[in-house]
């Protein structure tokens, strides 16, 4: 099990001090035994088991393919600037950086390589596992386990990264206190999200019910977000929106995508003073 594991680890829930066991192959906690496949602790507690969106995404890890290319230039597009928002927001100061949802594992492979240590969390095996494969840093680890039970001890880490994930979490409130509540003081919480976004459905053919398209369940605007905040003076709340829709929809991509990240956004912010209709939120959580 890798170092950092080793010296954060507690147990979900309770966050009682864990230990590994003699033969290498789980950690322990109060006589409860959580296996270790592959040097990733699988830190899922019963009650997360039991939960219907763990068993979806553990399927939806297997059934699609995170790590592949995409097809539409436009989209990686607007996903780098997505990328390049919360990147702007990581403090100088960040060791220790949790992605919560690891999906395609860019935050370890871009953070990696600058010497700061990346643990690639999902609730599935599927994805971690990939992510280690992929990115084979030696500051690089893995886990899985639920955001919503969290196995490491209040105020521990430097940064928590999730990007794309509170759209898809039942419960966003109890899902930004449980980001929060691991933040070293002088740490951060970043998280992006869809921007004020229509949520549409289908009919599911095996249920016969209407079904949110892309498991989004949730919609935000910055005044949703920030009342998100735990009532905790020492966490401060900020938040920018960009990606202007008609620039999307116009597939600028050709003409935009080799500015850099600061002469992009005052194009971006340019056109959202015609028409201000924009695509993304990043926020940031930071207790000082």
Known sequence: MHTFLRSHLVAPRTHE???????????????????????????????????????????????FDYFEEREDPATEHDERRVREAIMRRLPKTTKTVLDVGCGRAWVARDLCPRGITVCSMDVSMTNPRRALEKYPFANHCALVADAFALPFADQSLDVVIASEIIEHVPDPRAFVHELVRVLKPGGSLILSTPYKEKIKYCLCIHCNRRTPLHAHIHSFDERVLAGLTPNDASVVCQWESFGNKV??????????????????????????????????????????
Request: charged residues 20%; aromatic residues 12%; without cysteine.
């Open 17 to 63: 001090r864990i230990e590994l066991s003699a033969d290498g192959q789980s950690v322990v906690t109060a006589g409860v035994a959580f296996p270790i496949a592959d040097a990733i602790p699988v830190m899922l507690d019963v009650r997360t088991r039991s939960e219907n969106y763990v068993e979806h995404y553990q399927t939806d890890a297997q059934e």
């Open 247 to 288: 620039l999307l929809f116009l597939r600028t991509y050709p003409f935009v995508q080799w500015m850099p990240h600061r002469l992009w956004r005052i194009i971006d912010s340019l056109a959202s003073l015609f028409v201000n209709k924009r695509a993304h939120i990043v926020v940031e959580w930071h207790r000082r």
